[in-house]
């Protein structure tokens, strides 16, 4: 099997535990490139916070793109041109912020350029969460939030255990409603129903004409398990939560053994 695209997770996949990017992932990216590749970034984070790694990465030319927000944007990141957006409507902003209070739980959302939080209270994990990925973050209350603001992701965050507890509690209509995903122990995604990493691999294989047993997808967690389900070699870290290694076509070393450079040395490169 041939493989032309490669799709890569950033946080607990691409980047080390101490958030780094390791000279062997760079090495067998730029190696990958040069045979003709294209590597995708395809991440949680909102675009801003990727940009740092797509230009130490040499992943900032017009034949290159990132998928962000779990999905719901594809972009080009030389021409800036958006391929594919899955926003979130405004009244669905306000049934998801009346969920979250319901539940007991923060929230945040975001834009193209801002996350926002109704949180007089501002949870840390919003505060992390806006400090790793550079977006400014912004108080504003719900009656500020009019449908002028273009949301693309929400998240529901707190600790490990209340947040479980409140993803049990949720409604079964609200999971048929959108994408509900956890991405880290402490966030819960919610976004548009078309918005999941599978569905934008898929989407950006067709506009490259890229069949799926020519894809490669590497992640680690539940938000990474269906672009691991939907390309042809799905490769799951060794450090990824169990049922994504029970779906993967692959299991590699994990991310602070160089698991990207393992798996694309063993199954890309010739």
Not at 103 to 111: A, S, W
Not at 173 to 181: D, I, N, Q, T
Not at 236 to 242: H, I, P, S, Y
């Amino acid at each position: 099997m041939t493989i032309k695209l490669i799709t890569i997770d950033i946080d607990g996949t691409l980047l080390n535990s101490k958030k780094e990017l390791t000279f062997e992932v760079k090495e067998a990216i730029k190696k990958a490139k040069q045979q003709g590749v294209h590597v995708v970034l395809a991440t949680g984070r909102p675009t801003v916070g990727v940009m740092a790694f797509v230009e130490e990465l040499g992943l900032n030319q017009d034949d290159n793109y990132v998928i962000t927000y779990n999905g719901a944007l594809i972009q080009n990141v030389g021409t800036k041109e958006i391929l594919k957006k899955h926003p979130l409507t405004h009244d669905d902003y306000l049934d998801i912020e009346l969920m979250s209070r319901k539940l007991g739980v923060h929230l945040h959302v975001q834009d193209n350029d801002t996350m926002y939080t109704a949180n007089t209270d501002i949870s840390k994990y919003t505060i992390v969460e806006a400090t790793l990925t550079t977006i400014p973050l912004e108080y504003k209350p719900v009656y500020l939030m009019t449908d002028k603001i273009d949301i693309i992701k929400a998240m529901m965050v707190e600790d490990e255990e209340q947040l479980d507890e409140a993803i049990e509690r949720l409604p079964q209509e609200f999971k048929e409603r959108f994408s509900v995903v956890k991405s880290a122990p402490y966030y819960l995604e919610i976004l548009n129903k078309e918005a999941t990493k599978g569905d934008a691999v898929k989407e950006l294989a067709e506009l490259l004409n890229i069949k799926q047993e020519e894809i490669m997808a590497i992640g680690d967690n539940e938000n990474d398990l269906t672009m691991i389900e939907y390309a042809g070699m799905g490769v799951a870290m060794d450090n990824a939560v169990g049922f994504v290694k029970d779906v993967a076509t692959h299991v590699t070393k994990s991310h602070d053994e160089h698991g990207v450079a393992h798996a694309i040395n063993t199954w890309v490169l010739k």
